[in-house]
């Protein structure tokens, strides 16, 4: 009985670490989803008037609306005539070149609530996946001199010398390790788990702070100098 009894628990440990094996097998093997940054934008298509508009139309729907803003709000007490007959010749210019000024402005904040949604529209497909990213490092924090948080963009200047990008396309990255940098925008590939996560992170900047939202994040990353082709 004995017996009979250590083989069938030296079977049963036999598969059980046969088990372990193949399962260490296969999470060393598994590879991260390469992924761009197109691939976080979900899909989210919506009739966008303003979008058919030239630059110069854009400037005149913003001169009219910005003298419309100031006579509500004080009553048009800092409206100077030739600010109103700058307005007034916009309008006509636009109207004469077909262009629906009331129904724009009627839109307007439909259509800026669309936008908002397409910004902080995500991939629900790449939440919990592991994956793999170039972008550049827009450090947050640090320990000693080593990054050990930071903003992923998805260009040089991002934040700072222009708007910030979308929610979409901003990435939240904490480092695995802490790690040397040259310092801002630097190229890198980080490798870790997304999370469909929704953060705000303030930005210190020479001439102040601004708040940036990201709608995605990756904790314990791996972060490694960019390689074209490695």
Known sequence: ?????????????????????????????????????????????????????????????????????????????????????????????????????DGLFAKRHEITELRKKKANATVKELDNQLISIPGFVLPLEYEGKKVTEFLLVPWVGACIHTPPPPPNQIVHITAKSPFSTKGMFEAVTVTGVMKLKEVTKSLYLVDGTSNINTSYTISGAEVRKYEKNP
């Open 1 to 101: 009985m004995n017996e009979f009894m250590n083989r069938t628990n030296g079977l049963l440990y036999g598969v059980l670490a046969g088990a372990t094996m193949v399962i260490v097998c296969l999470a060393e093997d598994a590879k991260p989803q390469q992924v761009g940054w197109d691939d976080l934008k979900e899909e989210f298509e919506f009739e966008d008037p303003f979008a058919e508009l030239s630059e110069e139309q854009l400037m005149d729907l913003g001169i009219i609306a910005r003298v419309q803003s100031l006579e509500k709000r004080d009553g048009g007490s800092r409206v100077t005539d030739g600010m109103r007959k700058e307005a007034g010749d916009a309008d006509a210019k636009l109207r004469k070149q077909g262009v629906d000024v």
